[in-house]
């Protein structure tokens, strides 16, 4: 009973020492995490071909951050130059909801950048962020499998959080949460807590935490 009891309070250590400058609200202070493709197992451009394609990726939401409205995907796209601009689009998808939709024209063909917000409100712990096209050269009978037809997303596009850490509660039922969160993207940094002469039994509990 006395390693249990000593787990618990261990267990509230760790968690607060595990976050950072915290208030008095309760919440850290303001941080940023840029989130490339890369980090999203995406290693190469994202091709979409033909008339009309699509490509889903995903991406987590970290149970201990509150998202900032001020959060944003940064996208680097071009695309086919004999693309018919009134027949030609890209769309920008979060968890099913279309944030953007981008006119393919003559004026975006090479290298386009824009930050798009993030709709925080639609963000779940798991998310699906989908680039999709429709994609014409001619008004008349085309061939859909036509090299001409082709959008990329570049490689830099990312998706960029600005959030305040919340402390989470503490339980151990829910263990290894919060020292280790499954949802973040950065590597756990575990900080532990003991007194400046450490007993046998107390190491024992920290062992077994």
């Known amino acids: 009973m006395r390693i249990e009891s000593f787990k618990r309070g261990l267990a509230g250590c760790l968690i607060a020492a595990s976050l950072t400058a ?7 202070l303001a941080a940023t995490e840029t989130v490339p493709l890369e980090r999203l197992h995406i290693y190469d451009v994202i091709l979409l071909p ?14 201990t951050w509150q998202v ?8 680097e796209f071009q695309h086919s130059i004999e693309l ?17 939709h981008i006119p393919l024209t003559h004026e975006n063909t090479e290298g386009t950048k824009m ?33 001409s037809l082709w959008t990329q997303i570049l490689p ?23 020292i280790i969160d499954p949802l973040t993207y950065s590597p756990a940094k575990v900080h532990y807590v003991t007194s400046k002469q450490a007993s046998e039994k107390e190491l024992q509990a920290l062992a077994y935490v």
């Open 68 to 75: 900032a409205s001020s959060s944003a995907l940064y996208l």
């Open 50 to 63: 033909t008339v009309s394609s699509q490509y889903e990726a995903q991406f987590t939401k970290p149970s």
């Open 22 to 28: 915290v208030t008095g609200s309760g919440f850290a």
């Open 156 to 178: 830099a596009t990312k998706i960029i959080f600005n959030y305040n850490p919340v402390v989470p509660k503490v339980d151990l039922g829910t263990y290894p949460y919060p």
């Open 84 to 100: 018919l601009p009134n027949r030609s689009w890209l769309q920008v998808i979060v968890n099913d909801k279309v944030i953007k």
């Open 115 to 147: 930050t798009i917000p993030l709709p925080v409100e639609l963000l779940k712990d798991f998310n699906r962020l989908t680039f999709r096209v429709q994609q014409h050269y001619t008004d008349k009978c085309e061939d859909p499998l036509d090299k």
